[in-house]
């Protein structure tokens, strides 16, 4: 079992930043990638980032590309989202997810990720 709890959100001016983190515990954090997923109000969930487990591999949506970093601190079991150049369209509830995956890749389909964090709200001001 693995747990997975996530900084708290916040509020942003259209154009600023945010760094989100996710602290896991439980299990070892090796072996698991990791992901980022949000839902929007009326919207389905949707990928945003992920980070393969020795951080070979890193894959984006393309609505974030460019802007936004997956991190990951493996000494810290900590995954990162740094979110910069932040959007109206980007607020929205923001969830970490863990998928054991010893083969350092990454997945985008949320329905394989077997840990989910609480979710964290970013509010996003014009």
């Known amino acids: 079992q693995v747990q997975l709890v996530q900084s708290a959100g916040g509020l942003v001016q259209a154009g600023g930043s945010l760094r989100l983190s996710c602290a896991a515990s439980g299990r070892t954090f090796s072996n698991y990638a990791m992901g980022w997923f949000r839902q929007a109000p009326g919207k389905e969930r949707e990928f945003v980032a992920a980070?393969?487990?020795?951080?070979?591999?890193?894959e984006y949506a393309d609505s974030v590309k460019g802007r936004f970093t997956i991190s990951r601190d493996n000494d810290k079991d900590t995954v990162y989202l740094q979110m910069n150049s932040l959007k109206r369209e980007d607020a929205a509830v923001y969830y970490c997810?863990?998928?054991?995956?010893?083969?350092?890749?990454?997945?985008?389909?949320?329905?394989?990720?077997?840990?989910w964090g609480q979710g964290t709200q970013v509010t996003v001001s014009s």
């Open positions: 997810a863990a998928k054991f995956n010893p083969f350092d890749s990454t997945s985008n389909d949320q329905k394989s990720y077997h840990y």
């Open positions: 980070i393969s487990w020795r951080d070979g591999m890193r």
